[in-house]
C-alpha cells in the first residue's frame, strides 16, 4: 500500500516539474504568496531562532529552505523528497550551501529538532478515504519519532466550499487531527484555522 502511494505521488510531482519547473506551479501551488504563507504558519512551531535544525518532509525543489536562509541564520536544513527529480533539482539549486542537505527518501532517517510538511497530504489520487486517513496517521506517527522538540504539517480542510472540493483531494477533518495530535503526540498542540486558505496548519511541540 505505502509504495503503490509512493509512487503515486513521485509520478505525479516529478510530472509537474518538469512541467512547469521550479517554481510554484512545478509543486502545485497556484503561487509563491500561498507557498510562503504555508511557511509563515508551519514556522510559527520555532519560538526560538537560534541554532535548530530542521527536516523538510517533501521538501520539493527547496523552497523553504530558501525561505529560512533569510530569516535564520544558523540552522541546519534536511529536505526528504519522494521525487528523485525534486531532489536532483535541490541539490542543483543549493549545491554551495553547507547547512542543507536532500535526501531521496520519504521520511528522514535522522533525529532533527523540528519538522515540518507542506502540502504532502493534499493529493490522495484514486486512494480510498481511510487508507488516505491511515496513510496521514502513520506518516505523523513518523514524523514524532524523527522530531525532538516539534514537528507541523497542513492539510485540506474539510471546511472548504463544498462545490470546489475535488474527488481526487484529501480534506482532512481539523478538529479531529487536533485531537489525534493532543491525544498521541503532546499536551502542546496548535490548530491554525484562521487564513485565507482552504487549508489549516497543525503545529506540535513539545517542549
Ligand atoms: C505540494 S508539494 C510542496 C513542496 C514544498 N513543501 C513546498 O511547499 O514548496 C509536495 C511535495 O512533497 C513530496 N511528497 C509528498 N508526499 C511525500 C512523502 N510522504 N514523503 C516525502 N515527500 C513527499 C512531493 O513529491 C512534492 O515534491
Not at 9 to 26: C, D, F, M, V, W
Not at 56 to 77: F, N, P, S, V
Not at 171 to 177: I, L
Amino acid at each position: 500500500m505505502k509504495n503503490t502511494i509512493v509512487s503515486q505521488i513521485s509520478e505525479y510531482y516529478s510530472e509537474k516539474l518538469n512541467r512547469h519547473g521550479e517554481t510554484p506551479q512545478g509543486v502545485d501551488w497556484n503561487g509563491s504568496e500561498g507557498q510562503y504563507l504555508r511557511f509563515e504558519k508551519l514556522m510559527q512551531l520555532v519560538n526560538h531562532p537560534q541554532y535548530f535544525s530542521i527536516n523538510d518532509i517533501g521538501c520539493g525543489y527547496g523552497a523553504l529552505y530558501e525561505y529560512l536562509q533569510a530569516t535564520y541564520k544558523t540552522l541546519e536544513y534536511r529536505g526528504v523528497d519522494v521525487s528523485a527529480d525534486m531532489i536532483e533539482a535541490a541539490k542543483r539549486r543549493f549545491a554551495n550551501c553547507q547547512n542543507a542537505s536532500f535526501f531521496h527518501l520519504s521520511i528522514p532517517d535522522e533525529m532533527a529538532d523540528y519538522s515540518v510538511a507542506s502540502g504532502i497530504f493534499n493529493v490522495k489520487f484514486a486512494n480510498k478515504e481511510s487508507d488516505w486517513h491511515s496513510y496521514i496517521l502513520s506518516t505523523l506517527r513518523q514524523m514524532n519519532s524523527y522530531s525532538a522538540k516539534g514537528f507541523a504539517f497542513n492539510c485540506l480542510t474539510s471546511f472548504s466550499d463544498k462545490e470546489k472540493m475535488r474527488d481526487d483531494l484529501y480534506y482532512a477533518d481539523p478538529c479531529y487531527m487536533f485531537q489525534f495530535c493532543k491525544e498521541n503526540f503532546s499536551r502542546n498542540v496548535a490548530l491554525l484555522h484562521d487564513y485565507n486558505l482552504f487549508e489549516f496548519t497543525i503545529l506540535v511541540r513539545k517542549s
